[in-house]
């Protein structure tokens, strides 16, 4: 069983009719062809996306593209979505490393990227894959496995890399070797030319050299500033006053021109862009459940056309962005202005999400709202296909989220926090998870029935929960090199396990067949490694 990946993702941002051409840079990106990496990097505004987007659409080559979330920290899903962004390529590619991953113990990394590597080099044509956003990986496993990939890149695969800051991959000794092609700040920024074709002809404004002079300066032509000033300008009156005014770092400046840009809005707009400020993606239905009226599809088609930040994340219109920067800008000075509403929109972006079956979505902003009530019923519906995919990492990012107090009275998440302890190796807070588990199942008047202070939402889950807990334990004397404990502890799954429960059963006589039955302390100790030990048990609740 996988989880549903999010097409959106894979979807090389569309170019506009109307962008700015920029032919010295896109010579570079060129230049940098024969090179194993272009990094991209620069803070937010800085065009880095329209940049990769345009000079892909006129390179020619074939392009694989991957827009990146926090959701990909988790090293499964990273590589099961640079999977399917390479199946862009080549459909058949990956198939069985995408098995390999939700298999129940799964090979080390490097040999699955081994691998994946193996059939890359079996692609005839050379072809581009884009990283975009990267700087939301914050996982050391990630890093590693991207490094790994970079150190043995095929020479048809050129990698780009688009980021607000450097990742921690080895960008000394591929600048050493003359591997990198590196475009920062200082190259994106519009010259003045190219200010002048922005605010003039794609911005629709009639400024004087003078007037563009003037902002290139104080936007150091940093180009999301360049927009939000003319987006503040149309239909003001007083241009060259609105000008003089204009100063500041860039962090002022977006604080200055979105308020400009929202006292200009009407009502109807402005209170649609703050409300909808809290959403990743964008589309009409969503809008209209977050903001409860029904005019999301039209207002969203308007902001594109207006040039206001609206990105499209498909062919067919159906999923926008905002430019992040706007985005985050909108959602300050929604947490000022309405406080009392955050919770409210997260929750209903999440019963919406819910009801559409997108449950990664529902969990995230009914944690963000903090109902976490609501999001522990969630995640005790999720867990099973999520650990399924291997994608425990995620699994154990919500059960962290929630409070303890939340978990305490949930058996059925007590154990599954315990069984992804163990897969990451975790092991303490294992033994605390699986007494807070035994504790309810030891008040229960009748078998598989929940007390009235205990909640439960999985009742399979829960019906199975003696069998799991043996699962965990056995899992955790193995880790630690237990072999009598091990031994007692898969004795107990066969006891506890119902009858079809066959997962949980065949678990037990696997982990005493592998031991052959050693019981005494004068067997020799097991050695393990804590993620193995426990994949055995993963599936078994």
């Not at 107090?405 to 605390?432: C, D, N, Q």
């Not at 588990?437 to 205990?454: G, K």
Request: proline share 5%; with cysteine.
């Amino acid at each position: 069983m996988s989880t549903p990946l999010l097409a959106t993702k894979l979807y090389i941002p569309p170019c506009r009719s109307n962008v700015v051409l920029r032919p010295h840079l896109i010579e570079r990106l060129n230049a940098g062809l024969h090179r194993k990496l272009t990094l991209i990097s620069a803070p937010a505004g800085f065009g880095k996306t329209t940049l990769v987007s345009t000079w892909v659409a006129r390179s020619g080559r074939p392009t694989a593209w991957l827009s990146l979330d926090a959701g990909e920290n988790d090293p499964t899903r990273f590589l099961t979505y640079l999977v399917a962004a390479l199946q862009r390529i080549a459909p058949t590619i990956g198939a069985g490393v995408v098995s390999v991953l939700q298999a129940p113990q799964p090979p080390p990394t490097e040999s699955i990227l081994t691998a994946l590597l193996n059939e890359i080099s079996a692609i005839p044509d050379a072809f581009i894959l884009v990283l975009d956003d990267y700087h939301v990986i914050d996982a050391e496993a990630v890093d590693s496995a991207l490094t790994f990939l970079l150190e043995h890149l095929p020479a048809q695969l050129h990698l780009v890399i688009a980021t607000r800051e450097d990742p921690q991959l080895p960008l000394a000794r591929l600048r050493a070797r003359d591997q990198m092609t590196e475009l920062r700040a200082a190259d994106l920024r519009f010259t003045p030319g190219e200010a002048a074709e922005f605010l003039n002809q794609v911005m629709g404004l009639n400024l004087a050299a003078g007037a563009i002079a003037a902002l290139e300066e104080r936007t150091e032509g940093w180009i999301a500033g360049l927009q939000l000033a003319a987006l503040s300008m149309q239909g003001h009156e007083d241009v060259a006053g609105f000008i003089r005014a204009f100063a500041g770092d860039n962090r002022y400046i977006v604080d200055y021109l979105v308020e400009e840009v929202l006292q200009r809005q009407p009502e109807q707009v402005r209170s649609f862009l703050l409300q909808t400020s809290i959403l990743d993606r964008l589309s009409g239905p969503l809008c209209d459940a977050v903001t409860d009226q029904e005019d999301g599809n039209v207002l969203l088609e308007a902001l594109e056309r207006g040039n206001f930040f609206v990105v499209p994340l498909d062919d067919t219109r159906h999923w926008y962005r905002y430019h992040h920067l706007f985005g985050e800008v909108l959602a300050t000075h929604l947490r000022a202005e309405q406080p009392e509403l955050v919770a409210v929109l997260h929750q209903r972006a999440s019963a919406w999400y819910e009801q559409y079956g997108s449950a990664t979505d529902a969990i995230r902003h009914a944690l963000t709202a903090q109902d976490f009530a609501h999001a522990a019923d969630l995640v005790e519906l999720a867990w099973s296909s999520r650990l399924r995919s291997r994608q425990e990492a995620t699994v154990l990012g919500w059960l962290k989220a929630l409070p303890d107090e939340v978990v305490h009275v949930r058996p059925v998440l007590s154990v599954v926090y315990a069984h992804v302890l163990l897969a990451g190796g975790e092991l303490a807070g294992v033994e605390e998870r699986l007494r807070d588990a035994e504790r309810w199942l030891e008040t229960t008047v009748e078998p598989d029935a929940p007390t009235a202070a205990m909640v439960v939402v999985d009742q399979e889950a829960f019906r199975r929960l003696p069998g799991a807990i043996a699962v965990a334990r056995t899992g955790h004397a193995l880790a630690l090199g237990d072999v009598v404990g091990t031994v007692k502890y898969a004795r107990q799954v066969l006891a506890r396990a119902p009858e079809d429960d066959h997962l949980s059963r065949g678990g037990g006589a696997a982990f005493l067949g592998r031991l052959g039955e050693r019981g005494s302390r004068d067997s020799p100790p097991v050695v393990c490694r804590g993620h193995g030990a426990v994949a055995d048990g993963r599936e078994h609740l």
